[in-house]
């Protein structure tokens, strides 16, 4: 089974869980409202992105004793909204609207940068250097954790903080430093890693390398 199986089961079930535990607490203040809102449409468009513009890395075959783990681990995400509907929690207005506000540009990053690396890739194969990856190796990375940042903001707790930080040093960064070993074999590689972050966007540094820079590299070598 394709390991973007449990993935989606998680992501697509829950806006159903966090809607299931309003009803179960019968919380229905506007800290839930919002919370459902942001984290129920964020799995949405998970699902829509995979079939629009599927990840490849989410394409593996795995076991399924591998899918109940995924799953699980996982399924730490709803610990934030479990605090938040259970202990009625009710987060300050300007709390809200900057969690709101990180949310969108969590969305912007990730959806858009995850769109431009499929389409190129798709039909012309390179380094990607421009756009959402010119000072930036993995704005989809930044993305998804200024999302689940904005969960963890309106739940006023530290543990979601605490999950978040394990899968950022467990998952994220072993994955952003495998792509940077993938992406090690173009020659033009050392030049966009001086002038871009890994994580946090480089914002003083020298222009990246051109479509056509690589073009002219190649031709050279």
């Excluded at 769109?115 to 000072?135: C, D, M, S, V």
């Amino acid at each position: 089974m394709k390991i973007k199986y449990c993935i989606n089961l998680h992501k697509g079930t829950t806006f159903i869980f966090i809607l299931g535990l309003m009803l179960i607490y019968q919380n229905f203040m506007l800290g839930a409202w919002v919370y459902l809102a942001l984290h129920g449409t964020y799995g949405l468009l998970w699902l829509l992105k995979d079939q629009l513009y599927p990840d490849k890395q989410w394409e593996q075959q795995y076991p399924w004793p591998i899918h109940l783990l995924g799953f699980g681990l996982i399924s730490l995400y709803w610990v934030a909204p479990y605090i938040l509907i259970s202990r009625r929690v009710e987060p300050a207005v300007p709390l809200i609207a900057g969690a709101i506000a990180l949310n969108i540009v969590g969305v912007f990053l990730h959806f858009g940068s995850d769109a431009q690396k499929y389409l190129i890739l798709k039909y012309q194969p390179r380094l990607i250097t421009e756009g959402f990856f010119a000072r930036c190796r993995n704005p989809n990375y930044l993305g998804e954790m200024l999302i689940y940042l904005s969960f963890a903001m309106l739940t006023m707790h530290w543990l979601p903080f605490v999950i978040l930080g394990g899968f950022f040093g467990a998952v994220f960064i072993p994955n952003m430093l495998k792509k940077d070993r993938s992406l090690s074999r173009y020659p033009e590689f050392e030049q966009y890693r001086e002038n871009s972050g890994l994580f946090w966007p480089k914002l003083i540094g020298k222009q990246n390398p051109t479509p056509k820079d690589m073009a002219k590299v190649e031709l050279n070598s």
